[in-house]
């Protein structure tokens, strides 16, 4: 397929090539084009949750809208936009990274994007369709079970898409690392990038399927008319809960891990210096993701479980303060006595560290039952979860972006405009999110459509609006900085940055197998090695020879069209059975596309000793 | 450690009481002054954990900025290369083990609040109220007293009320922040929590939960009076007749007008323990039309011609025949003559 | 096919599974995706436990529940998680045949059993009026045991897709993994059975 595709020219090629590809780097690139298309539109919708709350008793969105659009913003930029902003990270850098050419299962790499980005659209199309869903992103049941129209419909079915695709992501990842290391990259000499990108993956392989299995449940429910959260049956609606957040706080470190892993890595080479306690950053990462599941339930402390789970709770929550204590420590270890080069991938960085410390300190004090019976669903919560959200998360895909653009495309981003961008962005961040820490203490409720008057509230919710529209601001010039160095970028070369790991030993961007030769590790920062006590580049573990790569496919651009199509059909079957035939045309195309896959062979083909010699030249 | 945490404590209320005064909350809304013990409870450990937090906060800053001015590269010194450090077992076990001790000074207090929140044995002598949360109201029922009001909560000033919460529909969330932190209310099974305010006075109450698209409008009051006023309350509730003629002839038509329209098909007026919506005993005396509006006679024409304007989704609308301006007004003139009480949010200190 | 695997007694490898680095990658993956499954179990054991007792008036676990048939339903699984150790244990030998016949007993018993678990709904359904919409009780028990019942129709697909596919070209290195990871799919289900079995069947008999 890909000799066809080759032999194309022009835009349909492109087209058909993006369409079909399994490399690793062109599928980041779908994910990132993905993410960041969901991101601004997610954007897009707190700008106007934002605008609705400007003043008291705003009238700009009407009351069920305003549902509308908070349950989207958090629904999109948790699932359609941070998580494959990362996933797309990961699936760039990750592989080159540790040294191999791809990653374990391409095929399922490309069902993974493809499932996210039709999940995505599914969940979206609901917008043209009667109202997009209102419940909340967590959804609880019975609201989301009551929920009129097919709002709630669309959420159940594109997350369940979607999420498919990030559990194939999961175990690709996992697999990756474990077997497809290059020759003497141990465990304890990936770089924390890959490190936290392996934890990540089992994050999401263990707490994904709780969503799944909460999906199902709600699905059945609200379609099939089962019973599971229907009181008036037996039903329990706090199952919901238990399964959203046994899913829920496991992910909000599937988002922060993989940000953790980009500042180690960035800080480390703008400070010219290893990784301080490099042994207890990874122990640390691995101790956060193992108390990550035992956590799930402080998001339920007013839910009335008792004193004893709160109380247990409270101190497992707690605990998670001492590893992500030590990274912070580790990290400003790291830059003293270091040489530090200040760039905008290292402004967002430095950014984050007294960012996050706010969120993580404010997490401490929402894990104190007590205190939390105040702060619990007020915007003292959002004022958290964004920092830690917007000041972790955000900043790290931005510092990442930053700092593996030539990597990704070969080009480095305009410094000039990615301060401007950094400084509007950071200061209307501080400025729209610190305040609202005291709007909740001050009686102010989330998911507030409108805070009355003469209550308090106006003065903050002002400042926090126009902190809103600086943040829009730089986003926006983030996004011109994107196409101005597409279309004038300065070119870089394979190691810009005077890098430490493995991906910047080869060409910006990559060639598309990644190393000619396989490359021998000799340590941590394996590059850094060669610099300073080798010749300067890598040496390969293997003479150059043929190099195996895996078929391209649009099976799973097919398959990911069956499941939507199936999706549709579920929603509408409970208006009209005739309905029932796309859901089971949509499976059907699927299972095909299945069964081709797994009845057909796949070999793949070789490039040739000649071929790379050839290149080369 | 009582000692100086208490100065400590009233150094900070008083700073907080002035960033209040100076527009920064409300008096009987913000959490910021508590008036009741839960809201108490929580308040000490708001401020324990913020001095700690505080504490960690300026170490980790004061650290950043000095490694960001000495290690910054420098003019001349491009070439330098650090010494690579792998670690330090000291410093990073000191990073370890102190912020253990902290979280160990935060935790202890944590659970001896939350069991001291959940201790409800004094609720079989203590004063009982079923809470029912309904999209969009409140509704209250004082337990062996049969008194039922909706919006308005009554309770005693310096003793323990024990609130049975259960909702009809789907999840709410009591929150009285100036009071007490919040409790869920759901559809499944009784809720309990206790509240006490410690002074007189008419404190906001929200939903805290996400329940349709009028979440943000369902507030309600408690109405906090002394024990004496509350026994003279409570005589005064039980004492209504519901069948009572009003004195004038416009809230007679106004009656009238409410029992044609099968306003009492959903409305109670009186102990009837039925609650399809709000109970009107007390609609004159109630602080708030709808929980939000103010009880002008304007405001309640307005609602009962159209609810939907003022609370989008309210289980109200279209359940009741269309009523004329007139009519509209002859029942807001009756029902705000509902008044069987002298104690009243405004006696109460609104 | 460029690329011929086959294998014959001298060049087979210990263990053709895990021969190639995809034939090991399989391998891993199916493990890694076992772990999901096992949480998605989990969390439907204990949904289902914690709606057990809620039969809304309708029939109990106590009155449905016929421990005959599951014990027939449990031997039937059991003896197919053997016979598919057996088909492993021939292919290792490289002996095609014997592990095909041994993996044509493994379906025969899993639809066996499927036969026994739609006989066993339908029975509920109409002898008791028991559906998924009567009780919350209902909708945990049927999504429960209907999902590892949809997990098994998965595998006897999957199985039969590979032994057809495969029954004319022999054992080669490119789909010795394929088979080895259906077995390890296929133990895995019986586990979730003896689960079921425990939780559902005999927990709910006993009380």
């Given at each position: ?5 080759a ?30 298309f ?14 609705q ?67 995505g ?80 993956s ?23 008319g089962?019973?599971?959260f ?16 046994i ?112 969120g ?13 019976y ?11 979860f964004h ?17 593996w ?37 001050m009686?102010?409720?989330?998911r ?5 008057e ?14 809103a ?67 300067g580049?890598m ?6 020879g ?11 651009f ?26 089971f ?27 790379l ?5 | ?73 420098k ?16 410093l ?16 202890v ?33 004082y ?30 969330s009591l ?96 102990s ?57 007004s002859?029942?807001?003139?009756y ?7 002298e ?8 | ?21 995809e034939?090991?990658n ?58 598919s150790?057996?088909a ?20 025969f ?32 028990f ?39 990871t ?26």
């Amino acid at each position: 397929m890909s000799i066809a595709a080759a032999q194309k020219k022009g835009f349909g090629a492109f087209i058909w090539d993006y369409l079909t590809t399994v490399d690793h780097k062109k599928i980041a690139h779908l994910y990132l084009v993905g993410g960041g298309f969901f991101f601004l539109l997610g954007g897009l919708e707190a700008m106007f949750i934002r605008i609705q709350l400007i003043k008291p008793e705003n009238d700009f969105l009407s009351a069920g809208l305003y549902n509308e659009m908070i349950t989207m913003h958090g629904t999109t930029m948790i699932f359609l936009a941070a998580m494959p902003l990362l996933i797309g990270l990961m699936n760039a850098i990750m592989p080159l990274q540790i040294g191999a050419r791809d990653v374990a299962f391409p095929f399922l790499n490309s069902l993974g994007f493809w499932l996210f980005m039709f999940g995505g659209i599914l969940l979206n199309c609901s917008w043209f369709l009667g109202g997009a869903p209102d419940a909340g992103w967590t959804s609880y049941t019975p609201l989301s079970t009551q929920s009129p129209g097919h709002g709630v419909d669309f959420y159940v079915l594109g997350l369940q898409i979607s999420g498919a695709g990030t559990l194939m992501g999961g175990i690709n990842f996992l697999v990756t690392i474990v077997t497809m290391r290059a020759p003497g990259m141990t465990y304890m000499r990936m770089p924390l990038f890959t490190w936290t990108t392996f934890v990540t993956s089992v994050l999401i392989l263990f707490a994904f399927p709780a969503l799944t299995v909460g999906l199902f449940l709600l699905m059945f429910d609200r379609m099939f008319g089962s019973a599971f959260f229907d009181v008036a049956l037996g039903g329990n609606a706090v199952i919901w809960q238990h399964l959203f957040w046994i899913f829920g706080h496991p992910e909000v470190y599937i988002l922060i891990l993989p940000a953790f892993g980009v500042f180690s890595d960035i800080l480390s080479t703008f400070s010219k210096k290893r990784l301080f306690g490099y042994t207890a950053m990874v122990f640390a990462t691995i101790l956060i993701a193992f108390l990550g599941f035992m956590v799930w339930a402080h998001h339920m402390f007013t839910v009335g479980l008792g004193p004893v789970a709160n109380a247990i709770f409270a101190i497992a929550t707690m605990a998670i303060a001492v590893p992500t204590g030590i990274k912070i420590f580790n990290w400003l270890a790291t830059m003293w006595g270091g040489s530090i080069t200040i760039n905008s991938a290292m402004l967002w960085s430095l950014a984050f560290i007294p960012s996050f410390t706010i969120g993580g300190m404010t997490g401490v004090m929402l894990a104190s039952a007590v205190a939390d019976y105040q702060y619990h669903d007020t915007y003292f919560v959002v004022a958290h979860f964004h920092y830690v959200i917007v000041g972790g998360v955000v900043f790290g895909i931005l510092a990442a972006l930053h700092y593996w653009w030539p990597k990704l495309f070969g080009k480095i981003l305009n410094e000039a405009m990615g301060k401007w961008a950094f400084w509007l962005f950071f200061i209307g961040f501080h400025l729209t999110f610190f305040i609202q820490h005291f709007l909740g203490l001050m009686g102010m409720p989330r998911r507030y459509w409108v805070f009355l008057e003469d209550q308090g509230l106006d003065t903050g919710n002002l400042v926090s609006t126009i902190g809103a529209l600086l943040m829009g601001l730089g986003g926006l010039i983030f996004v011109i900085n994107i196409i101005y160095t597409a279309f004038k970028g300065e070119n870089a070369s394979g190691d810009p940055w005077d890098g430490r790991t493995l991906e910047w030993a080869i060409p910006s961007p990559p060639p598309f197998y990644n190393f000619k030769q396989t490359p021998l590790v000799r340590g941590l920062d394996p590059l850094w090695i060669e610099k300073t006590e080798g010749k300067g580049e890598m040496t390969g573990a293997e003479p150059i020879g043929d190099i195996h790569m895996p078929d391209g496919s649009i099976l799973p651009f097919i398959m990911s069209i069956g499941f939507f199509i199936a999706g549709f059909g579920f929603i509408y079957q409970t208006d009209q059975k005739a309905w029932l035939l796309a859901v089971f045309a949509g499976m059907g195309i699927a299972l095909l596309c299945m069964l081709i896959r797994s009845l057909k062979d796949y070999h793949g083909y070789h490039i040739t000793k000649e071929e790379l010699e050839r290149e080369a030249d | 450690m009582k000692g100086w945490m208490g100065k400590v404590k009233s150094v900070f209320l008083l700073s907080l009481l002035a960033l209040v005064l100076a527009g920064c909350g409300k008096e009987n809304l913000t959490a910021f002054v508590p008036k009741g013990y839960g809201a108490e409870s929580s308040m000490n450990l708001i401020i324990l954990s913020s001095l700690i937090m505080l504490f960690v906060f300026i170490i980790v800053f004061l650290v950043y900025v000095i490694t960001l001015v000495r290690f910054r590269k420098k003019k001349g010194q491009e070439d330098f290369v650090p010494k690579q450090v792998e670690g330090n077992k000291t410093l990073e076990t000191v990073w370890t083990v102190i912020p253990i001790i902290l979280v160990l000074v935060l935790a202890v207090p944590t659970v001896a609040a939350t069991f001291d929140l959940a201790d409800e044995s004094g609720a079989k002598d203590g004063i009982n109220i079923d809470v029912t949360g309904n999209q969009y109201w409140w509704h209250f029922s004082y337990a062996g007293e049969e008194i039922q009001t909706s919006q308005d909560l009554y309770i005693p000033t310096g003793e323990k009320v024990y609130l049975n919460m259960q909702s009809s529909d789907v999840i709410h969330s009591l929150w009285v922040p100036s009071i007490s932190g919040k409790m869920d209310v759901s559809p499944e099974n009784e809720n309990t929590m206790y509240i006490e305010a410690n002074e007189e006075g008419v404190y906001w109450g929200k939903c805290a939960e996400l329940c349709g698209p009028s979440h943000s409008l369902m507030d309600f009051k408690v109405v906090a009076v002394s024990p004496e006023e509350y026994e003279q309350w409570v005589e005064e509730m039980k004492k209504v007749d519901p069948e009572a003629q009003p004195q004038d002839a416009v809230a007679q038509d106004g009656k009238a007008a409410f029992e044609e329209n099968n306003c009492m098909s959903c409305h109670a007026i009186g102990s009837s323990p039925a609650a399809v919506g709000p109970n009107l005993t007390n609609f004159g005396d109630r602080s708030k039309i709808a929980g939000i509006l103010e009880p002008t006679k304007e405001n309640l024409v307005q609602w009962i011609r159209d609810p939907e304007s003022i609370k989008p989704g309210n289980k109200m609308t279209g359940n009741y025949p269309e009523l004329s301006e007139e009519e509209a007004s002859n029942i807001a003139e009756y029902l705000l003559q509902l008044q069987p009480s002298e104690i009243t949010p405004e006696s109460a200190g609104n | 096919m460029s690329h011929d695997h086959s294998l014959n007694p001298e060049t087979m490898p210990q263990e053709p599974e895990k021969a190639t680095l995809e034939g090991k990658n399989k391998f891993l993956g199916l493990w890694f995706f076992l772990g999901g499954e096992t949480v998605l179990f989990a969390s439907l054991f204990g949904t289902y436990l914690a709606l057990r007792n809620s039969t809304a008036n309708g029939p109990t676990a106590q009155d449905l529940f016929g421990l005959e048939l599951v014990f027939i339903m449990t031997m039937l699984l059991l003896t197919s998680s053997l016979t598919s150790v057996y088909a492993m244990y021939h292919m290792k030998n490289n002996d095609f045949k014997k592990m095909q016949l041994w993996l044509g007993i493994t379906a025969f018993l899993g639809i066996g059993f499927l036969a026994c678990e739609i006989y066993e709904f339908y029975h509920y359904i109409h002898e008791y009026e028991f559906t998924f919409r009567s009780s919350a009780f209902g909708s945990a028990f049927y999504t429960l045991v209907g999902f590892h019942g949809g997990h098994v129709a998965f595998g006897l697909s999957w199985l039969i897709a590979i032994m057809v596919r495969n029954a004319k070209r022999g054992l080669n290195l490119y789909n010795a993994p394929k088979y080895y990871t259906f077995s390890l799919y296929w133990h895995f289900i019986d586990v979730v059975w003896v689960f079921i079995f425990t939780v559902v069947y005999l927990m709910g008999k006993v009380g």
